[in-house]
């Protein structure tokens, strides 16, 4: 029992450090890109034409982003391609205020170039509000809700949860239909797993939900060409 | 303590009946003896009984007939309103009493994470998806089976395989399932059962448990009986013990239908009248009753442990890994969980209910808080807070470079060297400190405030006379002006030429400053205004070793500034009519209104911040 407890203070500590780095390397993130680069660099870009991006959306950084069909960018999300190239698949929403890559892992490193600083984001992927994914790879289905954090390198499978404020380390690993909620506890997601209807559910309604937001967000892709 | 520097805590004055004796205060230096001749003076901030009299002063009321403060340990509690949270279905007491106090319609928390768990029907899923309609769109209509699903961490009801025919009322419908599905006899059920036995035994079979319990046994064999089940078996077996031994014989039988063999039955009485064996009852002696048996199996509801049963949960343990075992408070969260080792042994946590209470006056029990009974209500009916009623208290650094001329001994010291960057969390030890006191009135008469504190603050450190801080007011005794529409005070005269009094001492001020700086002389207030004034408080930290871990009170407190502070406020109200005023007089209806005179004491405790510690 006292194993299980001392767990639990581990996690709790180990949640706080990221979310403490973020706050620091917000502001540092910001002045590097404005003080070395006055005017935020133009990434070269693959974008599909069904693909919504904001004219709002920030797309930064120096290496290839690839935005997927019926992708949406909300306004003020961030796209920042400083330390690799990413890909982001089909149905995506990546919403406000959200940070895909990033020049600067979470504990405020310069991110090296060995391999992992890639990012794959699969289809049908949510990533909500305020969320860092620097992940290596996030799988088909996943969520990634209001402010979690997903480290450099990180693996995420499919059809995963990460819940509100929970945090995924540096080069860890998540396997398919894991659900981390906030105390870092992991719980196999069971009617996904053995449910192939509602996984097909969940895609329709990604599906719809990006149609709704097709109406909302006027999209202007013209801005990244 | 938990508020941030600088902070104000306010002692009840209830605390004053019990005495601070020096024998549990281990900060005192005095003798024993000495404590008792002090108590009426001196507040013992330093005293670990202190925490339990100190409270913000928004968590104190005020009750307006004894005319006094009250805190928690002075004010009754008492339950109004029974409701769920989260349905605000409101529950009556009897339920409650019957029920239990937890929500029985179809509120459930998350065994795993206790947030809400969501109703969901599976069909309805499947019926969106081939109808293809758009997320907008609402108003499909749910169809069975249904589970309950946590939107925070996904577990759901299927994973323990429990699904519910009906939307509704869950909780009866999971009364009935066990985890895995299967389904057992509602507990109305069971009791019918047991009178049927219960009847069947006081016919008077010889074999009173075997018999009739033969059919039930063969069903139940493969699953254990669940805690309900043996506590019913239990209960069972004990009646039919008693009922045994007083005799089992027909005219048992007959008191047996009549008084349900409780303890206070005529057969219970003789025998333990013949348990005393004296001469109360010599006819009876005879036909001594049978000894009672203890329960020995489960039918009789003692569960065994079998030699197996641990290595199985050791092995499931081993098989499903850690995230598979439950924590303690998933185990604490409800008692049916209690003994819950694996995940999928736990079961969804039905909604604990809450209360709105209201809150009486211990003395005169009168109602100092009574919210709107309606649950959705979050009004207040009466709410005598403390902080309508005396004066707030707020203390800051004054930034403001200020004259050290009243006598303390370090004022030599540059006040610039202070003044600028005053961290509250390391205050430099044995450097004077001014602080700015500002006194508000919240009451509509002006009120006289008489400020005290001992002169030396309670040492920090037992032994250690050192760390104990030099304090002086530098105006013990001012006014602050009454509370009241802020328009009153531009429409009245009198308030104008304050007001152009305050423009002139501002312009001094500027003055003073342009020439140095403005001077906190003893005897004046620092600053004034509506209903409010502010005065300066003169420090001299005291000096604070670094961490003594022999110390026994040595925790984080250990060298916090805090200065104990005596207020005393005089004010002349109006009374209405019927208030003060004795009937006669009312009759008389000579009296409408007159003025009484009221004072109040209390002690604070100001929290400064903390003294940096000296190697
Ligand atoms: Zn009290
Ligand atoms: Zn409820
Ligand atoms: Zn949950
Ligand atoms: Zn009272």
Partial sequence: ?225 | MALPFPYTYFACPCTETTSFSSTTDPYSTEPAGGAAEDEESTFHSQSPRANYALYPLEHLLYCEDCHQIRCPRCWVEEIMTWYCPSCLFEYANSMVKSDGNRCTRSCFNCPLCMSNLSIVGQNEETDKAQEGSHPLDKGQQATGPYFLHCPYCSWSSVEIGIQFDKGKEIYDQLQRIKNGGRVVMSQKDKEREQLKLRRQVSRGSISQFEEPETPKATEKESYPPDDRDLFANLNAFYKSQILESTGGSALGGAFGALSDYGISSPGTLSRIMSMYGSNLGPKRGKDKPAPMREAQSEMEGVRLTKDNDEEKIVESMQQMGWDATTSQEQRREHPDNMDATLVSDLRPVPTLLRTKRSKRCRTCRHILVRPEPKVASTRYKIRLLALNYIPSLRLRPLTAPAALGTGTPTSSVTASSIASSVSLDAIPPARSLSLLLTVHNPLFDPIKVTLATPSLTPPLRPNAPASRSRVTILCPQFEVGASGDVWDEALDVGAKESREKSIKDAAAALESNASGQKQAEAGKVWERGRNWTSVVLEVLPGVVNSPVPTARFAGEDANVLEIPLYVRIEYETETGPGEGASAVERAAGGIKERKEQRELEYWCVLGVGRIAQTA
Avoid at chain 1, 63 to 84: D, K, L, Q, T
Avoid at chain 1, 85 to 100: C, F, L, Q, S, W
Avoid at chain 1, 134 to 148: L, Q, R, V
């Fill in chain 1, 1 to 225: 029992m006292s194993d299980q407890v001392s767990s639990n203070r581990d996690s709790a500590t180990f949640k706080v450090v990221p979310a403490a780095a973020t706050v620091a390397a917000a502001p540092s993130k910001r002045v590097s890109s404005t003080a070395s680069k006055p005017a935020l660099s133009k990434p070269p870009t693959t974008i599909h034409p069904s693909a919504i991006v904001a004219e709002k959306a920030v797309l930064t950084g120096l290496y290839h982003i690839s935005i997927g069909a019926n992708s949406v960018i909300h306004p003020f999300a961030r796209i920042v391609s400083e330390a690799g190239p990413i890909t982001i698949g089909e149905n995506v929403i990546v919403n406000e205020r959200a940070v895909v890559g990033g020049a600067r892992s979470s504990d405020g490193m310069e991110r090296t170039g060995d391999g992992n600083v890639e990012v794959h984001i699969g289809n049908s992927v949510t990533v909500e509000s305020s969320a860092v994914v620097e992940a290596n790879m996030i799988g088909e289905g996943s969520i990634i809700d209001i402010e979690a954090r997903v480290g450099t390198g990180a693996r995420i499978g499919k059809y995963c949860k990460l819940s509100p404020k929970a945090s995924v380390g540096a080069n860890e690993t998540m396997e398919d239909f894991t659900t981390l909620s906030d105390p870092g506890r992991r719980h196999t997601d069971h009617l996904l797993k053995c449910n192939p209807t509602v996984r097909a559910l969940r895609s329709k309604r990604q599906k719809d939900q990006v149609e709704l937001l097709r109406r909302l967000i006027p999209s202007n892709l013209a801005k990244w060409s």
